[in-house]
């Protein structure tokens, strides 16, 4: 089967938003460590892995599709009753998704490398020895249900183990019979099912077979309820639902039903006799009970939640990880992380000049970024990765838009069309009384059209931005769930935090952020958190917190990775700084806490190879300030001894369509990015400054790199009374830009240059500007590495 | 005129995957749902001459969908097939059992498709 790149693409939407739902609900899980499952959750999950073998296997993805098969019945065993539920097999799904997400990375990219699918062999061999034989059960409660065969032969496996699961535990169960019409069933179900949810369970719905009529269709819903037959005509009523009981005889022997709820109930659940089921009324006080029991387990759950590291810990480095190797496979924290090959995994081409292609194939034709990606300075293509972590970053290129947005941009398409109706109808009469003199009325008609007309487009470009917004929190999520992994791997422990979810961002800033942002919190965990030991001797709490938080401001979201470990030392940075000959001595004493802490962004700063592979302070911070650099984004980092780090990551809303300030200079027009500036002053020629041939201004009591625009450009300077300095900053970098002339501000939309012009430095790209007049876009990121670079061979 | 086959699989790429094989064969047209609920709306309103459909869904499910086509007596001789996937036995005897015509197990070739189409829809 060759199913093509589009059904490959397709493929891989489809699997991504399986694996998205399917980590969710995962997370879930592993937040309620230690209670009862929920069985709707883990049939959920269930469902996840049954769809993603069948979608798998028809795309001919053998390796997904195997490994899928083998979570698939895990699972199956799991939501059957035949296997608890706990550490073991949960962090073994959790692997699974680790798995799966690495399967699809090579797989969007058409390649298979050895060690993963070796990797899927040993975890499909593992997941296949999880678990006990299934508890024999001599009599199936089940036949003591009256219940119609025809009904009970309609039943998929899993419906019937909720109805034994039911029958079992002596929950009254009813027939929920309701008939509706063909045109709006489901919205009638639906509120027959939420009326329903609150009560007990919905265990099967099932279209009667009888005709209703032409118009009509009826439903019997088996229904296990836990509240009393009272409340639940109570709850019904105003719904067109009749209800009967279903009769379960007695079980055979007392004893034998005393044996069979002591072999199968879970012991957190009561343990009553089964004699008093059969009587439909005896729901009543089970019903009470049972909700007893089960806020008890939720009470002890939660409070367990609250230490969900410390006992994760404690079992993992010794426990599961080691009892699920078969034929010493290899584990524990360093090797597992090892069958992911760093060159596969980082780039969705593995190399940079591909991943640029990528992003360019990609995206469309107004990414600037592109451009900038090609700079060899970023050393490997994503390298803000450290090794062996799976990419956050989504394989797909798809958005979900709200179904009202489109609605909204659709209805404006339509408003547009009746103002380009009216248009023509004036131009038609202004073309038949050609020879009349226009009437000031006619202008006024015009005028009032073409306002409309700017109104609506203006509507329709927001709408269409909004379109490519999707909220922060769906990196936020993946994140969460990696948080657990590295905790455990750093052997610390820590509360992950995590606000601002809600607030969004164009879909490229999301995807893009992933690396960065793991980067930042698995430095955080590594290095910036204090070991509890430490933690307790410096009278902070036993447990860490390190907190992801994301707050919109105007056209900026700010995003926050902190931590309230032991904070950066200055010293040590300074250092470090020094002994790379990164400063000189002279530079280091001039310097500021501040500005000792920025030099932790220094290419060269990491000390990750030097020290140990995975730990040393700062690993690569350049690599995410390049990322960042890429968005326009912009980084700041604060910090005190003893009371933490924070990162901040300044970012535009999107990158579509930007605001631009048009400068001039020696007669030439150029575009400035807008969300790079960070203010413009106006300068006298005697207050720039000239510190070893490089000339600077200070700018509160800061040394601020100056750059005469016009002289990057070898343009013929004028001579001036004043200038315009553009301050320009891209991660913690600034960079003064002079320029003659201000012309205000201007959105647009950023074209490539094609051909010899790409290379040209200190440009990104050119843009209309509406009066026909194209103007160059400067590239802040290449023009900041200019002035730079300028300034580090002074050093 | 071409023969209306339902196809009902709450996966979009599967859906639209086994669609483009239904559709590959000449005089077939694919109408699809993702749900059970759906195709209960679809069935009076169509002539389908064939059905195909998943077990695992999310409203009701594919037993449940062919035991509602297979009791009614407008539908009941629509051949029905039912796409299921290995280590599902159960529900796919179950589903045999209710009435369903053939069962397709995934990953299966277009060409096993296209055999049973043309035989059940009586196409040269």
Redesign the interface.
Known sequence: MNPGSKALAEFVAEATEILDALGKDLLVLDERRGQEADPELVNGIFRAAHSLKGLSGLFGQERISRLAHGTEDLLDRLRLGRLHLDDTALDALIEALDAFQALLAEAARGSESEPLTRRVEDMTARLAGLGSPPVSVDEDPLDRLELDPQVRSVFTEYEEHRLRENVRRGVSLWRVRAAFDLSDFDKGLADLNARLKPLGEVISTLPSARPGGTHGIAFDLIFGAQATGEALEAGLKGTPAELSPLVVRPAATHAAAQALARAVEPPASTRATLSRVDAPAAPVKRGGKKKGARAGTTTKGAQKSLLPSTDAEGADSSGPGDALTPSGAPRGPGDALVPVTPSGLQSPAGSPGASVAYLQGAGGTQRVRAVVMETPSTGTASPARPEGDTSLRSLTQTVRVDIGRLDGLINMVGELLLIKANLQRLAESARQDGAVALSKLFGQELARETRGLERKLEALQEGLLEARMVPVGQVFDKLARLVRRITREAGKEIEFVIGGGEVELDKLIVEELSDPLMHLIRNAIDHGVESPEARLAAGKPRRAVVALRAEQKGNHVVIEVSDDGAGIDEMRVREVALTRGLITFSQAQEMGRRELLNLIFLPGFSTARSVSELSGRGVGLDVVKNNLGNLSGIIDVWSERGKGTAFHLTLPVTLAIIRALVVGVSGRTYAVPLNSVLEILSVQPKDIRTVERREVLDLRGQTLPFMRLARMFALPERPVNRYFVVVVGLAQERLGIAVDELHGQQDIVTKPLGGRLQSVRGISGATDLGNRRTVLVLDVAALLEEGLAVERRRA | MRVKVLIVE?????R???AAMVEAVEGIEAIVTSS??EA??LL?RHRFELIIT???M????G???I??VK????YRDVPLFI?T????E??RD?GM??GATEYLV??F??GSLEELLRRYLKLP
């Open positions: 709450d996966s979009k790429a599967s639209e995957y086994i059970g609920f209960l709306k009076p998943d077990i695992n999310p409203d009701i499910n037993l449940e969908l035991n509602f009791k009614n007596p407008n796409i996937t290995e280590g599902r159960q529900d179950r059992a209710l995934k990953p070739l277009p």
